[in-house]
């Protein structure tokens, strides 16, 4: 009963959330002055071909009138103008890019499987890396193993993941020959590539994330390791690898899941830059694209899209928060 | 004694001491030094760029081969072009890296200053108020504390229009999706200020909530201000590279470390300093600057020694 009531209030949290942030968001695309009837009306643009454009697009309604036609697009589809020219575009709608013919959804679909595959493989690889090394730290606090890491964990935080990128296809990609240094190959078309050609964005964008992990690990697992319950654990003769693992690492994962929540958009951002430095065309490269062609649907389709997959993927860590400490469900 | 000078003596005695404990521990004093150094390169990059002889905007095209890649070994480097020179166009890569400090830092701290300003005025009156301005306040620091905001940041860049000037926008989206840590920390400090007797003494005097927050609050959050300021100034200078590596951030021919990185992927192989001397500087940039925020966090509470 307590843990429906939690689950409950945090989806309906999320999606106030989600109508709060999507409706500001679209305030500000479209209060700004810029014209996307405008960039696509065409030579010579006159007056009346501008009015039928906008029209057609649905710019010439009213803001608030706009925002719920996105809103109700992304649940039930939506069709721009009418009779034969009319377009259709299938739910979840989150626009249509004139420019490129084509709705956005359809789009950012494409590009999905590229950006996700760098990301949740280098998340998982940053997870294991960084509360590995945190717990190995702690344990042998201040032994050389201890402040190499840290060093470690200190120049990771400050390494752009694009200059380790960089340096690491050099060395690896052109000088040892050992890995690609650019390219993505389809998950479905061959696993081995895929994964072959993901290994240095995984590594480049993992190392670096890691490095926070590392320490806020350390650090945990320290002021456990002092805490009552760990002695009276060891003190009834536990070995000394259980103590950390079940008693001690049980309780560092709490904010190492908060953390990762908070992280993800980070991730999305650490994603689209991994993509432009090994050549990917993922995500980040559509948005880039759009932001040059000033393709403004688009631009707002894909900032909506990855704003709404955060706040949805907070809520998810938020839910597994909730599972792995029961005192925040209560 | 006023009202205003009650809290004043605790604050000097911990400026003090955080001097000491500052200047005692290594790696602060290091990142210290480097920060003050890179300072000094951006102020000084005319005359810097004035002794060498170059500036960052001329092409020396016979400095090149007819690849586009730099005559002569680590990219050109040479007496006439300390660092080399930018394959294709063939500009000097040692005013560029010295001129692009100026971009990062004048970002970096402005950005910073920008957050600083939004994060202190909403955390302590959310601290202050408390109520529901508190928890709405709360709750959006929350949503945009996990927020996609690179994705939002490259966004901007297709709306603004033209005219309005891309360094300056840059500074500013930047700051203002930097706010949320700086609020969430100084709204807590003001929660436990506001029961302090200083305070409470001031409130029971009659004072008006805006001498409070001003007069009793501000001046006793100075520190924990300055820390988190030195704290987010690596982060929005990272933030203004990774827009200009993707090419949204500060337009050409302004230089930008990040810019020339990215214009670098396609050189990796061939000229590999043209990577090396704006990489190195934007490395040596964020890691001075985390340094030495590091450092002044645990010279200022020692308890918190070793945490994120």
Known sequence: MRTARFVAGRVLATVLVLLIVSALTYLVFYLLPSDPAQLSCGRPCTPASLATARAFMGYDEPVWRQYLAFLGGIFAGRSYGSGVAAIHCAAPCFGYSFQLNAPVTQLILGRIPVTFSIAIGAAVLWLLLGVSAGVGSAVKRGTLLDRAAMAVAVGGVSAPAYLVGLLAILLFGFTLNMVPVNGYVALTENPVQWAWHLVLPWCVLAVISAAVYARLTRAQMLDVLGEDYIRTARAKGLREWRVVGRHGLRNVLIPVVTLFGLDLGQLLGGAVITERVFSMQGLGALLIDAVHNLDLPLVVGITLFSAFLIILANAAVDLLYGAIDPRAAA | ?308
């Not at chain 2, 100026?102 to 939004?118: D, E, H, K, P, Y």
């Not at chain 2, 190195?280 to 918190?304: H, I, Q, V, W, Y």
């Open chain 2, 1 to 308: 004694m006023s009202a205003a000078q009650i809290g004043s003596p605790d604050v000097a005695r911990r400026g003090s001491e955080t001097w000491r404990r500052l200047l005692a521990d290594r790696w602060a004093a290091i990142g210290a030094v480097v920060v003050v150094l890179l300072v000094l390169f951006a102020v000084l990059a005319p005359v810097l760029a004035g002794i060498e002889g170059q500036d960052a905007y001329t092409y020396h095209l016979d400095a090149l081969a007819d690849s586009g890649a730099p005559l002569g070994s680590g990219g050109g480097m040479s007496g006439r072009h300390w660092f080399g020179v930018e394959p294709r166009t063939g500009r000097d890569l040692f005013a560029i890296v010295a001129f692009g400090a100026r971009t990062s830092l004048l970002i970096g701290v402005g950005a910073t200053a920008v957050a600083v300003l939004l994060g202190v005025a909403v955390g302590v009156t959310a601290g202050y108020f408390g109520g529901w301005y508190d928890r709405l306040i709360s709750r959006g620091v929350d949503v945009l504390f996990g927020f996609p905001s690179l994705i939002f940041m490259i966004a901007v860049g297709a709306i603004v229009p033209a005219r309005f000037p891309r360094s300056s926008l840059i500074l500013l989206v930047i700051g203002f999706f930097g706010w949320p840590p700086v609020a969430r920390v100084v709204r807590g400090q003001t929660l436990v200020l506001r029961r302090r007797t200083f305070v409470v003494a001031s409130e029971a005097m009659g004072a008006g909530s805006v001498h409070v927050l001003v007069r009793q609050l501000l001046p006793n959050l100075g520190a924990t201000v300055i820390v988190y300021a030195t704290m987010l100034v690596p982060g929005m200078i990272g933030a203004e590279a990774a827009l200009s590596f993707l090419g949204v951030g500060v337009p050409p021919p302004t230089p930008s470390w990040g810019r020339t990185i990215g214009s670098a992927i396609d050189w990796v192989s061939t000229d590999v300093m043209f990577l090396l001397f704006p990489g190195l500087a934007l490395f040596a940039a964020t890691l001075s600057f985390n340094l030495l925020g590091d450092g002044l966090r645990d010279a200022l509470d020692p308890r918190l020694r070793g945490l994120r």
